[in-house]
């Protein structure tokens, strides 16, 4: 089974561990790792089981990505999160928001364990390939984590090792480094990542490691984000003409996210989930977050708190008969829903809302489930090759490659039972890429990215979705607290 995925990267070199038994990290003895193999391996894969943590994609990385996004409104009842949640759905949100304060810590908690595996792997007497490896791996995480919190706050502090007591409460590592440098350190990491990584599926892989196209992929989405569009075609055009039964699309768009297409052919990268004994292997909060919530009549055990639903704004961007629509949105419906598995969700007057999110439920009836649905094994879709096809889409328009662009997109549209298009342009692009990827994180940052080619876009999606977004909006404030535990060395982003 999937779930149970091992770790061993060369057989017989050291014992193999269940992965999802494999807690996360936190200080551990360097000198003791760097003399055992084994505790080398498990500081490596406590940082990738860092990602469960709910403060780095729980319940607040919802509220600043969906629920801060035209795709996802609050959700719940008019009350529920009103301060917080409601905060990011209008866009008002300022420093003492703490949910901003439980991101922050969870990505920075990712990158110190991250910190701690590439000494303890630098120092360690693995043979230098498999050394170079699991660096590799650490450095495509900690990439990822520099990505979100430069997305998310512009400016942050670049922390590159494991820091003394005394550097730690240091100005030094408690001031913004600049975006340009935060990125110039992410691409860094996804260069090195990118020549040592191995290949999907090949010798000394792992299912859930990251791989060569893994750090590609992200690599490419980085070079969109900084308009190096000739490097985002190269890299995507490698996934797509040198990936050739590695990577493709799923028959069914709708299995994406279920059990049966976790890590399969559309998967570049996922966090890992699944069914340990600690009922512990999963992202906190997560599924729950999202699920339907009873409400007026009540009558029946719910699935979760009702938060991110999907927008009206949402729904109107779909094309008639796009198959894709219901296999995001859960429709309640006058005379109750029956969900993919057979379950039924009571009628319009038992739910508090008419839509939830579907690619964020798991099921409890037909796939893995420990008993606690606050630990639903949901992975999280990070970047799969149907977002490869659209990053390839749009460098290659960008470098007046308009047919292969074309291309791209006409090999999304079948399976959402859509007729090819004749031509593209930006927009078109664009369009498909926020129905392709609806409630999977990004739309938030995809309209500060597009408003940084048409001035004005995010304004006018915020306002049609009833927002009202100012310059300061295109990035988050700083959590007050951290500002706190400065002493002040760390400043406030502009307009908050």
Partial sequence: MKKTIILCLVLGMFSCKNYLEVKPQGQIDQEAAAGDPATTQNLVTGVYNSMWEGSMHGFSYVGMTNIASDDADKGSNADDGKTTYGAFDNLTMDGSVNNLNEVWSGFYLGISRANQALNAVAGSSLDETLKNQLMG???FLRAYFYFDLVRFFGGVPKIDKVLTPGEAN???????????????FIISDLEFALANLAIKGGANTAVGRATKGAAAGLLAKVMLYRQNFQRAYSLTDSIIKQSVGAYGLLDNYEDIWRTTGADGI????????????????????????QGPRAGGKYGWADLGFGFGVPSQSLLDEYEANDKREAATVIFISSTGTFLWDGFRIPGQDSVQNSYYNYKAYHSRIKEPFCGDRSRMPKNLRVLRYGEIRLIHAEAALALSKSGEALDDINA???????????????????HERRVELAMEHDRFFDLIRENELEPGLAAAAFAAHGKTFADKNKVFPIPKKQIDLSGGSLKQNTGY
């Fill in 412 to 430: 999304l549209r079948p399976r959402a039972g859509l007729a090819p298009l004749g031509s593209v342009d930006r927009h078109a692009i664009w």
């Fill in 137 to 139: 791996e650490v450095r």
């Fill in 266 to 289: 559309e998967s570049v990268f996922e966090v890992q989930t699944g069914v340990n004994s600690a009922c512990n292997a999963a992202i906190a909060s997560y599924s729950e977050c």
């Fill in 170 to 184: 240091s100005a030094a590592y408690q001031t913004k480094a600049s975006a340009d440098t935060i990125y110039q």
